[in-house]
């Protein structure tokens, strides 16, 4: 079975500065990771997705998150946030499927909570 | 391209009623997943179809929630009768061939 740890349950910091949110999850088969950000009263939206090959992976809004398989990390960062980066963010996993393809079920974590301050 | 569409948006209810979501995935995704948010947790999976076949329904507590994809398009989630702990929102998603899956809304739930 997968689980996801996501650290701090809040993170405040000011905007223009840099912030990490930590995800560490728990598989004993290899598994594809995700970030999703919901802003209120919304949807989850896909931030930034890792599957194979590089384990540096980026979005178009600055994020990006760095896939570490021997501590099994996925933390979140951007080296500079804006007023609307405020949202509450999910790091989530799935197992990887066989050689058909596709996604297995999405495990979550319990959410970060990123509130940015003028 | 039109978005996964959820109704109600809110529901109260008191407790022992019944209610029922609705999910409309996007069109040509044969993968709809039901999720369960309660308040300060992340999303939980309730069931997932594959067009119109149950592929995985395990965490669904079966003796009081319900869901139904007719015609592998639309969805119904219900749950009858309700308690408190039911309290959540209701997130849909659906993905075309188990691939990347896109969120509705969601629907939230509060039972008194």
């Known amino acids: 079975a997968q689980s996801v740890t996501q650290l701090d349950s809040q993170v405040p910091v000011f905007e223009e500065a840099p912030v990490e949110l930590r995800c560490n999850y728990s598989s004993s088969v290899s598994v594809y990771l995700f970030w999703y950000v919901q802003y209120p009263n919304q949807g989850l939206q896909l931030l930034l997705k890792?599957?194979?090959?590089?384990?540096l992976v980026e979005s178009i809004n600055g994020f990006e998150a760095e896939f570490n398989k021997s501590q099994t990390s996925f933390h979140l960062r951007k080296p500079s946030v804006h007023i609307s980066d405020t949202a509450e963010y999910f790091c989530a996993v799935s197992r990887r499927t066989s050689s058909s393809g596709g996604y297995n079920k999405l495990i979550f974590g319990a959410g970060t909570r990123l509130a940015v301050h003028p | 391209e039109a978005g996964v569409a959820q109704s109600p948006r809110y529901k109260i209810i008191e407790k022992r009623q019944s209610v029922a979501f609705w999910c409309n995935p996007i069109s040509g995704h044969a993968t709809l997943y039901w999720y369960q948010q309660i308040l300060g947790q992340g999303p939980k999976l309730l069931i997932q179809f594959q067009n119109n076949g149950v592929v995985d329904d395990s965490q669904l507590p079966k003796d009081r929630f319900s869901a139904e994809r007719l015609k592998g398009v639309d969805s119904t989630l219900k749950i009858q009768p309700a308690k408190l702990e039911d309290s959540a929102v209701y997130l849909c998603?659906?993905?075309?061939?188990?691939?990347?899956?896109?969120f509705g809304p969601g629907t939230r739930l509060t039972v008194t």
């Open positions: 998603a659906s993905s075309s061939n188990r691939g990347q899956q896109y």
């Open positions: 890792y599957l194979s090959g590089s384990t």
